[in-house]
């Protein structure tokens, strides 16, 4: 199993979370818990600002995605899927 590294300054959206903390900011289209910030990627914009992000998050779920440029992060940036 691979093992995911996060610096302590770094923002990290959690796409998708579902009962899942990892991260600094959780998103799911029905949150399951009060700190998950309700957003179906596929209707509605991030509710964060372009390049808010160093890395973005997300497990079992992307191919439920129909938009990848909702994902608010810089060019340089990484992501695991």
């Not at 949150?31 to 957003?39: A, Y």
């Not at 992000?53 to 990848?68: E, G, L, T």
């Amino acid at each position: 199993m691979k093992t995911l590294s996060c610096d302590i300054l770094e923002k990290i959206l959690n796409l998708g979370c579902g009962l899942d903390k990892y991260g600094t900011h959780r998103i799911d289209v029905k949150p399951l818990d009060k700190d998950t910030i309700k957003c179906d990627i596929n209707k509605e914009k991030l509710p964060f600002p372009n390049n808010f992000f160093d890395k973005v998050y997300c497990r079992n779920m992307i191919m439920y995605v129909s938009n990848y440029n909702n994902f608010i992060m810089p060019p340089e940036g990484n992501h695991t899927f």
